[in-house]
C-alpha cells in the first residue's frame, strides 16, 4: 500500500497504489489540487470489493479490486521503500485499522 504526494506548480494531488499476488491497482488524481503548507488527512480504504482514496473525508477515486492479504513485508514513512523521493514534510499519525472505516470515522486534524 502507498501513499504519495505529487507536487505541482498549484498545490499537490494524491496518488495511492495496492500492490499484492495478482493485483497492481493505482489511484491518482492529478486533477484534484490541494493546497501546499497546510495538514490534510489521506487514507485509503477497502470495504472486501472497492478500493477507494480520500483526502480530508472527500472521496477522490475508487476502483475495484480483488485483494487478498498480504504476508510479512516492510514499512516506509516519509519515503518510498526503495529509499527515493523523501517527502518534506511531516507525518502525524498512521493507523490500520480491520474493516473499512467510511470518512466521517477517520481521524482527522492537524
Known amino acids: 500500500m502507498l501513499f504519495e504526494v505529487r507536487i505541482v506548480e498549484q498545490g499537490w494531488y494524491l496518488d495511492t497504489f495496492a500492490f499484492g499476488p495478482g493485483y ?3 489511484l491518482i488524481f492529478p ?3 490541494h493546497p501546499l503548507g497546510q495538514w490534510s488527512h489521506v487514507a485509503q480504504t477497502f470495504d472486501g470489493a472497492t478500493y477507494r482514496a480520500y483526502v480530508n473525508g472527500v472521496l477522490q477515486g475508487e476502483a475495484p479490486l480483488a ?4 504476508g510479512p513485508g516492510r514499512a516506509s514513512v516519509g519515503i518510498r521503500i526503495n529509499r527515493v523521493y523523501p517527502f518534506r514534510g511531516a507525518v502525524r ?3 490500520f485499522t ?3 472505516l467510511p470518512p466521517e470515522r477517520f481521524t482527522m486534524g492537524g
Open 24 to 26: 497492481r491497482q493505482p
Open 31 to 33: 486533477d484534484r489540487i
Open 67 to 70: 485483494f487478498r492479504p498480504q
Open 93 to 95: 499519525q498512521g493507523r
Open 98 to 100: 480491520p474493516t473499512a
